[in-house]
């Protein structure tokens, strides 16, 4: 070794000597918390007195689903298939079941949604994936959709997604 690396060498272990031998020690302990004192963290209701017909005007996101019994309805679907990028229009009536690539939708129930903030429709469809050949198929989807928030997209599938745009004779 050189003298200059030496002397490199020795000054950073003395300079990390000189720290450990002149260092402080400052760890300080923290007393133990008494969990039976201690209040609750969440605020408190307002105990005023609101009538019950007040309390009724406070929700702001309530939606109300207004089903119809008709069943002339039909649902209008857009269908992507993320591989190919193609989207499909599916159109089908309340109770009927259409395939889409390897879904088999069907749609059971549609209505108007009155919402204070957005005005649309919502339809109650069944999605089962058929590329599984069991005889016991497990729906991929099965609920609510909303054409009011079309980024909210309830069908987690690797290949397909599917909107509703509207019901028709609603």
Avoid: R
């Amino acid at each position: 070794m050189t003298l200059g690396k030496i002397k490199f060498i020795i000054f950073l272990f003395s300079l990390n000597l000189f720290t450990i031998v002149f260092a402080e020690v400052k760890i300080t302990t923290v007393p133990l918390v008494n969990l039976e004192n201690l209040k609750p963290s969440f605020e408190d209701e307002d105990s005023e007195d609101i009538s019950p017909s007040e309390k009724k005007n406070i929700n702001l996101k309530e939606k109300k689903i207004i089903e119809s019994e008709n069943k002339l309805i039909k649902v209008n679907i857009v269908a992507l298939d993320k591989i190919t990028a193609k989207t499909s229009d599916v159109n089908l009536f309340l109770g009927e079941t259409k395939k889409f690539g390897l879904l088999e939708i069907k749609a059971l129930k549609c209505g108007n949604v009155e919402s204070q903030s957005e005005k649309g429709q919502a339809a109650y469809i069944q999605v089962k994936d058929l590329s599984d050949n069991l005889s016991n198929q497990v729906f991929v989807f099965n609920g609510w959709t909303f054409s009011s928030s079309t980024t909210l997209n309830p069908l987690d599938h690797p290949v397909y997604d599917l909107w509703l745009i509207s019901c028709d004779n609603v």
